[in-house]
């Protein structure tokens, strides 16, 4: 049964808040509602962060985090590590492994993660700029903190064999992160932990 709403203004506002992930036409309405009952100046606010975020954000043009100007605060940072390239899925995964504070080198950000059911291939993703960073010769070592998932472990083994002909290292993080576990989710103690005692990953990965 199709709800009815007493106002288009209303519908129209719970249908552009349902198209965001998790959250339905209830929770929709209701956020709606709560939004109507502040301020004018809490709204204009809200969207202003929003429309602000969405056309003045940048993306690091070395590791593609997402940031304010063309280089990220991690990647200027000269007290960390640059030998050392963390690869991650997503800003979720720099914001949970930096909460560690286990972890001193850079990062980069793929974009996503290889999934042919969702029409993502490795073009899609940031795959031959991190491989360009390690042409580069200053990397030693690229560690793999992607998602315990089958479409993690295909972007693994996938990026894995494009720096085989490099001469640099490549681990990636103990399985103290259960297989299916988005890294995101995982609590500091176990990430951090795992960032610490990775592994080479032709000894840990089989294909």
């Given at each position: 049964?199709?709800?009815?709403?007493?106002?288009?203004?209303?519908?129209?506002?719970v249908?552009?808040?349902?198209?965001?992930?998790?959250i339905g036409?209830?929770?929709?309405l209701?956020?709606?509602?709560?939004?109507?009952?502040?301020?004018?100046?809490i709204?204009?606010?809200?969207?202003?962060?929003?429309?602000?975020?969405k056309?003045?954000?940048q993306?690091?043009k070395?590791?593609?985090?997402?940031?304010?100007?063309?280089?990220?605060p991690?990647?200027?940072?000269?007290s960390?590590?640059?030998s050392?390239?963390c690869?991650?899925?997503?800003?979720?995964?720099?914001?949970?492994?930096?909460?560690?504070?286990?972890?001193?080198?850079?990062?980069?950000?793929?974009?996503?993660?290889?999934?042919?059911i969702?029409?993502?291939g490795?073009a899609?993703?940031?795959?031959?700029?991190?491989?360009e960073r390690v042409?580069?010769g200053?990397?030693?070592?690229v560690?793999?903190?992607?998602s315990?998932?089958?479409?993690?472990?295909?972007t693994n083994?996938?990026?894995?064999k494009?720096?085989s002909?490099?001469?640099?290292?490549v681990?990636?993080?103990a399985?103290?992160?259960?297989?299916?576990?988005?890294?995101?989710?995982?609590?500091?103690?176990?990430?951090?932990?795992s960032i610490?005692?990775?592994?080479?990953?032709?000894?840990?990965?089989r294909?």
């Open positions: 049964m199709n709800q009815k709403y007493p106002s288009v203004l209303l519908e129209n506002a249908n552009e808040f349902a198209k965001l992930p998790g036409r209830k929770t929709a209701r956020l709606i509602l709560h939004l109507l009952r502040q301020d004018n100046a709204v204009d606010g809200f969207s202003q962060a929003l429309v602000q975020l056309h003045e954000v993306y690091c070395v590791c593609h985090n997402i940031c304010d100007e063309e280089v990220c991690i990647c200027k940072d000269r960390r590590d640059a050392t390239i690869v991650v899925e997503n800003i979720k995964e720099v914001m949970a492994i930096e909460n560690t504070m286990q972890y001193k080198g850079l990062y980069h950000v793929l974009g996503g993660i290889i999934s042919p969702d029409g993502i490795p899609d993703l940031e795959i031959n700029s991190l491989v042409e580069s200053s990397v030693n070592e560690i793999l903190a992607l315990t998932t089958m479409e993690g472990d295909t083994f996938y990026i894995y494009k720096l002909p490099f001469d640099v290292k681990s990636m993080i399985r103290g992160i259960s297989i299916g576990d988005e890294i995101e989710y995982a609590d500091e103690v176990t990430l951090g932990r610490l005692n990775r592994t080479l990953f032709n000894e840990s990965y294909m």
